[in-house]
């Protein structure tokens, strides 16, 4: 991989989300060659997705490109490359450009879209994961009102305004009021001569209220907010079928929609190699030790959504969100300066610092330790938090002039096809 020749020992880090890059910013003076592997030469802040997907937001107002954000590290290379497996007995790391030796490896890997082994929906719907993806949405519903705008068929144009959103999580209720303003606000402007109440707005939940991670007091604001933006709310309702035309849900029932986002579920994006032990059923998550120590490997380590560390307080790992991920890079980072000197490990403990969702405008919930609030405050105190961990001076200004914008305009400036998008079919 063209990296220079030298006598320090060699860390590989795979992965430039949350936990890498956290991680990597922190090791500024560690007597090591420093190598970062990702697929993508930026780093990306998830959380604003469904805003790059509502056209909100421009991509790279929430990207950033990983060697401007680790810049300042000594012995610091980055290599755009997908990562195939690893060889823990060789030490070695096999990629789409090569192999690379290490005496240190972390997997920071994160998370992919779980689809439940349902190769259908798989095949139809959209996920919502990376930049990509997310452009992928904004072309398709873009074009599907232009589509609508063009047909004189009434079955045809529901089928094209429909918009079903699977999974009630943060990432599904965010989506959904984003839609919603879109309808109540914009697109009524751009499309006048269509009849906006054809569009429709379905969000399904397997269980039995929304934001299933947060407090009921959250849920039942989110509730409120939702069906106050016209969001239809399915609960205790799975989607079993979708051939890219219709929906099927489990009790039977079908309707036609051309836009099926799924928000439903994430699975580790594990890497074959290491023993089959250590990687926990069903969540594709490794184990790991109090360190972050991959279970059997002393040299390997795993942080972030990837990593599933059991503690009295998470029996069933630590959520996968950006703060164990930022917080357990940190520690790490600390921890890897311990281990060159010599000196024991400190294990890691969680700062839960809680959890928020935004609805739309002037609606958003929050959960902190002892206090749960929702409306204006509560959206404010998630534009601010939000702003605040984007990376990059630039990205922070963009993204408020865009959201000052759109709250005086009611308006999103970014409807843009820039890409169209190819169904596989």
Known sequence: MNLPKTDQKRLIIIGGGFAGVSLAKKLK???????????????????????????????????????KVLKRLNNFHFRLAEVSKIEPTLQKVITNIGELDYNYLVIATGTKTNFYGNKELESNAMPMKNVPQALNIRSLMLQNFEKADDSESLEERKALLNFCIVGGGPTGVELSGA???????VFPKDYKHLNIDEMEIHLFEGTGRVLPPMSEHASKKATQFLKELGVQIHLETLVSHYDGETVTL????????????????????????????VLVDKLNRFKVDRFNRVEGYPNIFAIGDIAYMETEEYKRGHPQVAQ??????????????????GEDLKPFSYNDKGTMATVGRNK???????????????????????????VGFRNRVVVFFNWAYNYINYDKAARLIVRPFHSKK
């Open 364 to 390: 958003a919930v929050v959960d902190l330790n002892k206090m749960k609030f929702s409306g204006f405050l509560a959206w404010f105190v998630w534009m601010f938090v939000h702003l605040m961990a984007l």
């Open 250 to 277: 489990n009790d039977g029932t079908t309707m036609k929609c051309k836009n099926l986002v799924w928000a439903a579920g994430v699975t580790g994006a594990s890497l074959p190699g290491l023993d089959g032990k």
């Open 29 to 67: 003076d560690l007597d090591m060659q420093i190598v970062l592997i990702d697929k993508h030469n930026y780093h990306t802040f998830q959380p604003l997705l469904y805003q790059v997907s509502t056209s909100g937001l421009e991509p790279d107002s929430i990207a950033y490109p990983i060697r």
């Open 179 to 185: 839609l919603a303003e879109l309808k109540n606000n």
């Open 324 to 341: 164990p991920a930022i917080q357990q890079g940190e520690h790490l980072a600390e921890n890897l300066f311990r281990l060159l000197k």
